[in-house]
C-alpha cells in the first residue's frame, strides 16, 4: 500500500491500535485533526464505527478491507478476500 501511494504523492501511516476500542477512536481523531486524505480502516471490532461517523462529517473517505460494512456511517470500498487461512485452526 505505501509503495502504490507514493506513485500518487501520497504517504501512508500505520498505527496499530492493539485491539483497544479506546486507542483506535484516539487514532482516528488524530487523523481527522491532521485533515488527512482518507483512512483505511482494518480492525473488526466495534471500536471503529463511531471513527468512521467522525470521518464522513469531516469530509474524509473511509475505507474498509476484510470486513463487510455493518456499521453506520459511508465506507468508500470494501475489499473482500477468501478468509478461509484466517479462521480457527489457521
Not at 24 to 44: G, H, M, W, Y
Not at 56 to 82: D, F, Y
Amino acid at each position: 500500500m505505501k509503495a502504490e501511494a507514493q506513485k500518487f504523492g501520497y504517504t501512508v501511516n500505520v498505527v496499530d491500535a492493539s485491539r483497544d476500542n479506546s486507542k483506535q477512536q484516539s487514532q482516528v481523531e488524530d487523523f481527522i485533526s491532521q485533515k488527512v486524505a482518507a483512512i483505511v480502516l482494518t480492525l473488526r471490532f466495534a471500536g471503529h464505527r463511531l471513527g468512521i461517523v467522525e470521518a464522513n462529517k469531516a469530509g474524509i473517505p473511509c475505507s474498509r478491507p476484510i470486513s463487510p460494512t455493518l456499521e453506520p456511517g459511508v465506507v468508500v470500498s470494501h475489499i473482500a478476500a477468501t478468509t478461509f487461512k484466517a479462521g480457527p485452526g489457521r
